[in-house]
Nanobody, 120 residues
Framework: QVQLVESGGGLVQAGGSLRLSCAASGRTISGNTMGWFRQAPGREREFVACDSRSGADYADFVVGRFTISRDNAKNTVFLQMNSLKPEDTAIYYC???????????????WGQGTQVTVSS
């Protein structure tokens, strides 16, 4: 079992930045794929970014703006979000998976989410 706790969300103006954190406990995640997803009201959950041993992947709409990273010593993964837009408003979730994937069904454990709101 892995427990994930996201933090760092909040209200920011368009063009601003936020850094989300996802702290894992229960076991080490250093060998796992870590993913970030988001869900806006009335929309399905969508892939944002993931980091695996073979590299990172990003959704097209965040390329050049968001960066995923991790600190294995702290069992934590981060999502640096720059140049935020109102359409980035959503609940952001981190997840642990066993393979590099952009589909949510390949992730086994999920955090409770953190709200990101970008005002125009």
């Amino acid at each position: 079992q892995v427990q994930l706790v996201e933090s760092g969300g909040g209200l920011v103006q368009a063009g601003g930045s936020l850094r989300l954190s996802c702290a894992a406990s229960g076991r080490t995640i250093s060998g796992n794929t870590m993913g970030w997803f988001r869900q806006a009201p009335g929309r399905e959950r969508e892939f944002v970014a993931c980091d695996s041993r073979s590299g990172a992947d990003y959704a097209d709409f965040v390329v050049g703006r968001f960066t995923i990273s991790r600190d294995n010593a702290k069992n934590t993964v981060f999502l640096q979000m720059n140049s935020l837009k109102p359409e980035d408003t959503a609940i952001y979730y981190c997840a642990v998976g066993s393979r590099r994937a952009t589909l949510s069904r390949f992730y086994d454990y999920w955090g409770q989410g953190t709200q990101v709101t970008v005002s125009s």
